[in-house]
């Protein structure tokens, strides 16, 4: 029986899903206004194995992920500017080509990770009477209210609002900005915009006709109303990283409930975060480190996977160079013994090790997804006593699980259509800067430099001209 660790109890609980043998899932996707950095995918790739492990205890999964292009706002008070436009501005384009842009550059970094598309990924942008249904609805229920120019969820109809372990408001807020101004339309503190209209955003590149005038979404309702769309009003799990705990799914259980009438999600799994030692990774912050530039420095993609797998998803992990070269030889040292079990005499598979060894690969995972322990599974399986045979069928069905391309001969997994992606769009910055160094507008050129910078793209002005590498 898998047991998995629920936040909503804080507590270890046995899983049992709504329907017997289904799994609905969901997962947050990622705000395409930038690159994912390795914190992020972190998340993705334990929430991956969870998926993979459920389908690996032969649940039948179906998982759904929404991608926010469009709402999220870079404070998580309902102030503040959107992120999409946010990026649109800083490099010159329209939201729809960063959404575009950085949505590709997202799923080529989960291929190289060996991270699984969901079997439904939905924009944002794609639901819009969705979510103004969800709105009205929420409005006729007496659960949300109109104020100056905004549509906002009241928190206080609710009996219970922090269902998380039963925070406390001041923990809770701790993880808020504090400088951000409050938004003197709210009725109570934590109430949240559900509908915003263009007299608060004037700039808003993308805005839609609704019941309340030209606006658009505020960002959790996306994710309530995307799966609900596609995996109706009883869902199994919902992942996302702790950070998305308050308010992000705070909001999403109020805003679901209070429209269905009946409780939504039963699990919520978060991942703790991927931190360096000047704390937590994040795209706001700029300390970002992102699977191009690991592969520039000369990583294989699924060492970073294999560092994650090691350590558990409940525990923060820290980055650092040293304790990634310390994964890459332990990874090259398993793929080495893994390989060479593929060679020599085969021998035939013995069906009872094969058993035993699946039920303890299982037992690993069934405890709380302990991936560190399935791994020591696959490095009993290459010490025992038994045919080559079987441990190479042992192997290759765990890493249907781990995705360590532990049987692929040769580890290098280029991911080509992304770098030709990132060339482009540094020569065209680049073509943009000398533009505007030749029409004397050295802000321009100059932002130009820092917006490459803060993506980890160094150029350096040399006599043959501007050349550009990744930073160390
Ligand atoms: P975002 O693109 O900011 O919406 O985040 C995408 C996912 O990454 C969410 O599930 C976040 O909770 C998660 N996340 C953000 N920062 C980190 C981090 N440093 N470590 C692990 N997960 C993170
Ligand atoms: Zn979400």
């Not at 991956?48 to 205890?57: A, G, I, P, Q, T």
């Not at 990026?87 to 080509?97: D, F, H, I, Q, S």
């Not at 699984?116 to 794609?126: G, I, R, Y």
């Not at 160094?437 to 932002?447: E, L, V, W």
């Amino acid at each position: 029986m898998l047991k998995i660790y629920n936040t909503l109890t804080r507590k270890v609980e046995d899983f049992v899903p709504n329907v017997e043998g289904k799994v609905n899932m969901y997962t947050c996707g990622p705000t395409v206004y930038h690159f994912a950095h390795i914190g992020n995918l972190r998340s993705y790739i334990c929430e991956d194995v969870l998926e993979k492990s459920l389908r690996y205890m032969g649940y039948d999964v179906k998982r759904v992920m929404n991608i926010t292009d469009v709402g999220h706002l870079s404070s998580d008070a309902d102030t503040g500017e959107d992120k999409m436009l946010k990026g649109a501005k800083r490099e010159n384009k329209t939201v729809m080509e960063i959404a575009d842009f950085y949505t590709k550059a997202f799923f080529a970094d989960c291929a190289a990770l060996n991270i699984k598309t969901p079997d439904v990924v939905e924009p944002a942008t794609n639901c819009i009477p969705e979510f103004i249904k969800m709105i009205e609805g929420l409005l006729e229920k007496g659960y949300a209210y109109k104020s100056g120019p905004n549509i906002y969820f009241d928190t206080s109809k609710l009996k219970e609002y922090y269902v998380f372990g039963n925070q406390n408001e001041d923990e809770l807020i701790v993880g808020v900005r504090d400088d951000v101004e409050e938004d003197k339309n709210k009725r109570n503190k934590n109430d949240f915009v559900l509908w915003f209209t263009q007299s608060k955003f004037e700039d808003q590149a993308l805005k839609w006709d609704s019941p309340w005038g030209v606006g658009y979404p505020g960002w959790h309702i996306e994710c309530s109303c995307i799966s609900m769309k596609h995996l109706g009003e009883y869902m199994d799990i919902h992942c996302g990283g702790v950070d998305n705990i308050f308010p992000h799914h705070t909001n999403e259980i109020a805003q679901s409930e209070s429209y269905i009438g009946h409780k939504w999600c039963n699990y919520w799994f978060h991942v703790h975060h991927l931190n360096d030692r000047s704390g937590k990774m994040s795209k706001s912050k700029g300390n970002i480190l992102t699977v191009t530039v690991l592969k520039e420095n000369g990583y294989n993609p699924l060492t970073y996977r294999f560092f994650c797998l090691q350590s558990h998803y409940r525990k923060p992990l820290e980055f650092s160079y040293e304790a990634l070269d310390n994964a890459v030889t332990a990874y090259d040292k398993l793929k080495k013994s893994a390989l060479r079990c593929t060679q020599g005499e085969q021998g035939a598979v013995d069906e009872a090790v094969v058993k035993e060894y699946k039920d303890k690969f299982i037992a690993a995972l069934s405890s709380d997804i302990n991936t560190s322990s399935a791994l020591t599974v696959v490095y009993d399986v290459i010490k025992a006593d038994c045919s080559n045979a079987t441990k190479t069928e042992l192997i290759n069905s765990f890493d249907s699980v781990l995705g360590l391309d532990l049987l692929k001969p040769e580890e290098e997994k280029e991911n080509e259509a992304i770098d030709e992606e990132l060339k482009a769009y540094v020569e065209d910055m680049i073509a943009k800067r000398a533009e505007a160094k030749k029409a004397k507008d050295f802000a321009t050129a100059d932002s130009i430099r820092n917006e490459l910078a803060s993506k980890g793209i160094i150029i350096k002005d040399t006599r043959e001209g501007v050349v550009w590498e990744l930073s160390k």
